[in-house]
């Protein structure tokens, strides 16, 4: 018997508002007991008395995530192999890369040694090495701890980028900052908890150059209101944030309120908590209308200031500006903000291309981490730097003192973290006298991202998601360890 439309659509509700009531109970469940876990509170446990995960509390409150897409060359910059200057256009030992896999551009092709061409030298206290590519960095030395053992499971990019950002290589999972945003909930609420900001141009190289997928600062299966907010270089920083022409702030507001009603009343009939989220971003948006012309509005900042972050800092879309913006948003408590910064696939005319590289980021990193300083911010933040993997000892295409590229190498690379509670002017881990494999102390990309959860007060095995029969983790389902021996 064929029922009338109105019987199929209350049918159609009543078996919305079960699926709705199991799914919503299991999450709101979820999400008390995490709130319990983790340092702060999430708003599903805002009020509640919830404790730490960690026995010493968080030492961070927000994070800033510098990402070097394309993969820096640690052996240009960070990793000091003097002894290969006499192997200089040598084979690599077979026992060495010992049967390891290789990208199919270098497979079955001679493995040319390419010693860096870049002089190192000393700074700080701590002594510790850097390229001549990376004076300005070399002045904070003590701040940052170096970590030369990194290490990850992919060997081409947009995986590997994915891992880093999402935890694993598979597409669709939540990012880093969407993970914080559901764990801790806002401590901004005129702005978003998570911020990208994207540089607009590199010096490298801008003919092989990888895409940067918003997947990188997705929700994924968490609610799409913990997703990143993509900032604009030029224009409205957030699109369509202005009011269209003849449409008063007093008018929006009205229409706010309608839209808000009538979605209101659509959740009360169906219960699909993405609508909650619609309303709440409507609401979120309309803030944002004041607020983050505040935030992008440069004016206020005196000319030491821009002095400090280096010429760059006065481009729209630069690195350099947009580490300046990076501080503003943690002036304003962002939760987490995530440059990423292009350019670096260098697997020919390396020298070159990591010249202008190294002069985008340099002095801007050094700068943030000095004005996070001197304005008390660098206790409670989190800095760190990174990119999807490093780059190998052998040469890709021309093979010259001066002139040599180097392919993928997901073995070891460096990284660097700086800030809440990280133990600066320590060096940690080691690799072979090749740059090839990690001697001592490694990271895995697993680690890194469990131990930037631990600075924020969060036990990775802890803030969960229940999604495809699984409890989807930031770290996965691989072991992965807080890194304690760089930590205060």
Same mark, same amino acid.
């Given at each position: 018997?064929?029922?009338?439309?109105?019987?199929?659509?209350?049918?159609?509700?009543?078996?919305?508002?079960? @699926?709705?009531?199991?799914?919503?109970?299991?999450?709101?469940?979820?999400?008390?007991?995490?709130?319990?876990?983790?340092?702060?509170?999430?708003?599903?446990?805002?009020?509640?008395?919830?404790?730490?995960?960690?026995?010493?509390?968080?030492?961070?409150? @927000?994070?800033?995530?510098?990402?070097?897409?394309?993969?820096?060359?640690?052996?240009?910059?960070?990793?000091?192999?003097?002894?290969?200057?006499?192997?200089?256009?040598?084979?690599?030992?077979?026992?060495?890369?010992?049967?390891?896999?290789?990208?199919?551009?270098?497979?079955?092709?001679?493995?040319?040694?390419?010693?860096?061409? =870049?002089?190192?030298?000393?700074?700080?206290?701590?002594?510790?090495?850097?390229?001549?590519?990376?004076?300005?960095?070399?002045?904070?030395?003590?701040?940052?701890?170096?970590?030369?053992?990194?290490?990850?499971?992919?060997?081409?990019?947009?995986?590997?980028?994915?891992?880093?950002?999402?935890?694993?290589?598979?597409?669709?999972?939540?990012?880093?900052?969407?993970?914080?945003?559901?764990?801790?909930?806002?401590?901004?609420?005129?702005?978003?908890?998570?911020?990208?900001?994207?540089?607009? =141009?590199?010096?490298?190289?801008?003919?092989?150059?990888?895409?940067?997928?918003?997947?990188?600062?997705?929700?994924?299966?968490?609610?799409?209101?913990?997703?990143?907010? $993509? =900032?604009?270089?030029?224009?409205?920083?957030?699109?369509?944030?202005?009011?269209?022409?003849?449409?008063?702030?007093?008018? +929006?507001?009205?229409?706010?309120?309608?839209?808000?009603?009538?979605?209101?009343?659509?959740?009360?009939?169906?219960?699909?908590?993405?609508?909650?989220?619609?309303?709440?971003?409507?609401?979120?948006?309309?803030?944002?209308?004041?607020?983050?012309?505040?935030?992008?509005?440069?004016?206020?900042?005196?000319?030491?200031?821009?002095?400090?972050?280096?010429?760059?800092?006065?481009?729209?879309?630069?690195? $350099?500006?947009?580490?300046?913006?990076?501080? +503003?948003?943690?002036?304003?408590?962002?939760?987490?903000?995530?440059?990423?910064? @292009?350019?670096?696939?260098?697997?020919?005319?390396?020298?070159?291309?990591?010249?202008?590289? !190294?002069?985008?980021?340099?002095? !801007?990193?050094?700068?943030?981490?000095?004005?996070?300083?001197? +304005?008390?911010?660098?206790?409670?933040?989190?800095?760190?730097?990174?990119?999807?993997?490093?780059?190998?000892? %052998?040469?890709?295409?021309?093979?010259?003192?001066?002139?040599?590229?180097?392919?993928?190498?997901?073995?070891?690379?460096?990284?660097?973290? !700086?800030?809440?509670?990280?133990?600066?002017?320590?060096?940690?881990?080691?690799?072979?006298?090749?740059? %090839?494999?990690?001697?001592?102390?490694?990271?895995?990309?697993?680690? =890194?991202?469990?131990?930037?959860?631990? @600075?924020?007060?969060?036990?990775?095995?802890?803030?969960?998601?229940?999604?495809?029969?699984?409890?989807?983790?930031?770290?996965?389902?691989?072991?992965?360890?807080?890194?304690?021996?760089?930590?205060?």
């Amino acid at each position: 018997m064929k029922l009338p439309e109105t019987d199929l659509l209350q049918s159609f509700n009543n078996a919305q508002h079960r @699926r709705q009531f199991l799914k919503t109970s299991a999450m709101g469940l979820g999400a008390s007991v995490m709130g319990s876990l983790l340092g702060g509170t999430t708003q599903a446990t805002a009020g509640m008395d919830t404790g730490f995960a960690n026995k010493t509390g968080p030492k961070a409150k @927000r994070v800033i995530f510098l990402f070097m897409a394309g993969a820096p060359s640690q052996m240009d910059l960070f990793d000091h192999k003097p002894k290969l200057g006499k192997l200089f256009n040598t084979p690599l030992p077979d026992s060495i890369t010992n049967g390891q896999r290789v990208t199919t551009m270098t497979k079955g092709k001679e493995k040319l040694i390419a010693p860096s061409m =870049f002089k190192f030298s000393k700074h700080g206290k701590s002594g510790m090495e850097m390229s001549e590519l990376l004076p300005h960095l070399g002045k904070v030395a003590d701040d940052i701890c170096l970590i030369r053992s990194t290490h990850t499971d992919s060997i081409n990019h947009d995986p590997g980028k994915t891992l880093f950002c999402t935890g694993t290589e598979i597409p669709g999972k939540a990012s880093m900052g969407s993970w914080l945003s559901y764990g801790l909930g806002k401590m901004n609420q005129d702005l978003p908890d998570f911020v990208v900001l994207n540089s607009a =141009f590199w010096s490298g190289d801008k003919s092989n150059v990888q895409a940067l997928q918003s997947r990188l600062w997705g929700s994924g299966f968490l609610p799409s209101m913990h997703q990143g907010v $993509a =900032f604009q270089p030029a224009g409205d920083p957030v699109l369509f944030l202005s009011n269209p022409a003849g449409v008063s702030r007093k008018a +929006r507001h009205k229409m706010l309120d309608l839209v808000s009603g009538l979605n209101q009343k659509h959740f009360t009939e169906v219960g699909d908590p993405e609508i909650q989220t619609t309303i709440a971003q409507q609401e979120m948006a309309f803030r944002m209308q004041m607020s983050v012309p505040e935030l992008a509005d440069l004016s206020d900042e005196p000319d030491h200031v821009y002095d400090l972050y280096g010429p760059e800092s006065r481009k729209s879309g630069s690195f $350099a500006r947009n580490c300046l913006i990076a501080r +503003r948003m943690a002036e304003r408590d962002v939760r987490f903000i995530q440059l990423f910064h @292009r350019g670096w696939d260098h697997h020919v005319g390396l020298p070159g291309k990591i010249r202008g590289q !190294a002069y985008d980021v340099d002095q !801007a990193c050094s700068g943030l981490i000095q004005d996070l300083k001197q +304005r008390g911010l660098l206790e409670d933040t989190l800095v760190v730097f990174a990119g999807e993997f490093g780059r190998t000892t %052998y040469c890709q295409g021309t093979l010259k003192h001066d002139q040599y590229g180097r392919d993928h190498h997901p073995r070891c690379f460096t990284t660097w973290m !700086a800030g809440a509670g990280v133990k600066g002017g320590l060096t940690y881990g080691a690799t072979d006298e090749f740059s %090839y494999n990690i001697a001592e102390n490694p990271v895995h990309v697993r680690d =890194f991202n469990a131990t930037i959860l631990n @600075r924020l007060g969060i036990d990775h095995n802890k803030l969960v998601f229940p999604f495809l029969g699984l409890d989807q983790k930031l770290t996965g389902v691989d072991p992965a360890y807080v890194v304690k021996d760089i930590l205060t």
